[in-house]
DNA sequence: CGTGTAAGGAATTCTGACACG
DNA sequence: CGTGTAAGGAATTCTGACACG
């Protein structure tokens, strides 16, 4: 696992401009992610608030755009890992289980 | 030493508003503790941003206001442990030279 | 000294839409 | 499909000032 604890990276703080400003993406790509549910911002007071976490997703979709990939076949590898990862928690409880 | 390789910690990235709610201070307080020199947000185009470093020294700031400590006297303490921290620096310099 | 507030202006963000492809 | 742009409105932030104390 990467890193869980860290206390800042998870916290919905940045403006969408400065979110622009770190990732080199236009405000309109980054709400069309959104739109294809490839980020989650949460919202204050209606205006997007995005985590540092989702500053570095932003960059790897950014990077998959480049070489081509579809924001479509970017949600599908999402989804796909989310499975995966919930087999591995099953099988870790299983274990605990059964130790 | 506290967290010095935090990757976000530092990065001077949110706005007042949101440092406002984060904190429990008023925007007025908060630009008035920088015009006492207590802290140092960047801008953006006029508009500060501070990170998260910021944001827990303005949480220390307010625990001492609440204590009736003036804001001078924040401002007292705080180069005070600046020199102390530059004395250490020193003298782990020197005892690097000599061995 | 420390903080609230009203004032006017500038910069940000939001949404829905049209465009191109 | 993915992104740019102009449009109109709403929310944010900024500064300097007056107030109270």
Redesign the interface.
Known sequence: MAQKN????F?K???I??VS??TGLSPRQIRYYEERKLIFPER?KGIR?YS?ADVERLMEIADKREEGVTTREIRNEMTKEVREKMLKGQMNAHFHFRS
């Open positions: 860290d206390p800042y990276k916290k703080v940045i403006s401009g400065i400003e770190l204050s608030k540092f």
